[in-house]
């Protein structure tokens, strides 16, 4: 079956210094995989999306993340963290299925940016 | 937002009253999801339209029915709120073939509190 595994629940880290959010898959064919943010109150943005095409993917807001088959991950980075960046991020893999296929979220990290 | 908007955008019922939450979107796109939110389990898919008069059941679809009578609208009813339906609630549309590489985009959730 399919399904995500969000390593950290919470991370933490100052304003400037890079990010990381840890995500693992589990896909018994080529997944497709997302990374959403949600910030406090809203709905859900995308932030990337891998569909077998290049592994390293870059999004919005200088966010990226790279599809490693060989260690089943799709980790989420920055360079340098910006206030605005504190959210829940979410990573999320689409499961094949008759009519339309289905999202399965991750657990959800949040993130937070001290100054 | 991507033309969704979601009614009510927060309620609290009782227990055991019926509950119908709205969601529209301006772009007449086949695909529409309904999904919950908790915390601790990332959103779960609860059911989806592939059509007009098409519908079919997430992970967790008890407690639940939806209908579709016009593109635009897909509505989410809880026959009888119990308290373990308190949640957030999402409405997703998919633009393009409902497929594994196509992204959703989310409406901004209706917060739904059953004393």
């Known amino acids: 079956a399919q399904s995500v595994t969000q390593l950290d629940s919470h991370v933490s880290v100052s304003e400037g210094t890079p990010v990381l959010l840890r995500c693992n898959y589990s896909s018994s064919y080529s997944p497709s995989l997302f990374w959403y943010v949600q910030h406090p109150n809203k709905g859900l943005q995308l932030l990337l999306k891998y569909t077998s095409a290049a592994t390293l993917v870059k999004g919005i807001n200088g966010f990226e993340a790279e599809f490693k088959k060989s260690e089943t991950s799709f980790h989420l980075t920055k360079p340098s963290a910006h206030m605005s960046d504190a959210a829940e991020y979410f990573c999320v893999v689409s499961v094949i299925s008759r009519n339309t296929d289905k999202l399965i979220f991750g657990t959800g990290t949040r993130l937070q940016v001290f100054p | 937002d991507a033309g969704i908007t979601q009614s009510p955008r927060h309620k609290v019922t009782e227990t055991g009253t019926p509950v119908t939450l709205r969601c529209h979107q301006t772009?007449?796109?086949?695909?529409m999801y309904w999904y919950r939110q908790d915390p601790g389990h990332g959103l779960r898919l609860i059911h989806y339209?592939?059509?007009?008069?098409?519908?079919d059941k997430g992970e967790v679809s008890d407690g639940y029915s939806v209908s579709r009578s016009k593109t635009e609208d897909f509505l989410l009813t809880l026959e009888s709120a119990t308290s373990s339906q308190t949640s957030v609630y999402f409405c997703a549309i998919n633009p393009t073939s409902g497929r594994a590489r196509d992204t959703q985009y989310f409406g901004p959730g209706t917060r739904l509190t059953v004393l």
């Open positions: 339209s592939y059509g007009v008069k098409d519908t």
């Open positions: 772009e007449n796109h086949r695909y």
